[in-house]
């Protein structure tokens, strides 16, 4: 097993009891950005130069629970999420050490990072900046004046990870409002685009090393809930928390 699976698997089982323990929602949408965020954390963030921000504020448990495997938070702090006095908000919060930028509000991850990226640029920083945005985030206007800024300034210090789902608050994102032919849509605003296996570490791992003489998009295609059966692909699990015997079976199912 890699370190990245040993590390996905510590990360998925510590989402699953700290959302039954708080009653938190949004377990889906943390469960699907694990082996992304594994990978970033695990390869590419260890070095104090390059700056990460979650887009997507509303899947923080997972970035909490990494936070904690990293040492940044304890075992203490993490079980305080959601809680009254907490800085373990249900939404992304730059009180929790490791935290850059406060998000929830959808489409402000990315002009923000975008911002950084021209500051370090102008510097002649060597520093990377990574955003990682849901699917249907990309129905906030923001994220696309920020790619043509992006292509404008040609950003090439920055990577864009799409935590492409295909699931969407109360629906699927072909529903909502369809966003193919994603791909092109990107190319189209002068970024390089790959689309990959979120779930696959070589992959996530050869991506984002990934050399771009252009703004780099990656285009993770994951599963919502990956990691339990029952709750992969369903929509339900956007904003169910867990009871107590879905609880004892998702826990479980992620031993399997």
């Known amino acids: 097993m890699s370190k990245y699976k040993k590390l996905s698997f510590k990360i998925r089982r510590s989402i699953l009891k700290t959302a039954f323990s708080s ?14 965020l ?5 390869r590419f963030l260890k070095s104090t130069k390059n700056l990460f921000i979650l887009s997507k504020g509303h899947g ?9 495997e990293m040492g940044l938070i304890s075992d203490k702090t993490l079980k305080t999420f ?3 006095n907490s800085i373990l908000m249900s939404h992304s919060s730059h009180k929790v050490p490791g935290v850059h930028f406060s998000t929830g509000s959808l489409g402000h991850g990315l002009p923000v990072s975008a911002g950084i990226a021209l500051g370090n640029k102008i510097e002649k920083s060597k520093s990377r900046v990574f955003v990682l945005l849901s699917d249907g985030e990309l129905n ?24 492409y789902n295909k699931i969407q608050s109360i629906d699927f994102v072909k529903n909502t409002l369809a966003i193919e032919p994603i791909e092109k849509k990107f190319e189209s605003f002068g970024c390089k685009v790959l689309s990959i296996d979120g ?8 991506s984002l090393s990934y050399k771009s003489s ?9 599963i919502k809930g990956k990691g339990v059966k029952f709750m992969e692909n369903t929509i339900l699990w956007h904003y ?7 609880f004892e079976r998702a826990i479980k199912e992620l031993k399997q």
């Not at 169910?240 to 879905?246: G, M, R, Y």
């Open 214 to 222: 252009k703004v780099l998009v990656i285009i993770a295609n994951t």
């Open 60 to 68: 923080c448990l997972a970035q909490y629970c990494v936070l904690k």
């Open 38 to 42: 594994s990978v970033l954390y695990g």
């Open 240 to 246: 169910k928390p867990l009871s107590i015997t879905h």
């Open 23 to 36: 009653q938190a929602n949004h377990i889906g949408s943390s469960l699907s950005i694990v082996d992304i």
């Open 199 to 206: 779930h696959n570490h070589k992959q996530l791992l050869k």
């Open 82 to 84: 959601g809680k009254n």
């Open 140 to 163: 906030e206007g923001s994220n696309w004046e920020s790619l043509l800024f992006c292509s404008h300034h040609n950003l090439n210090n920055l990577t864009i990870i799409i935590d």
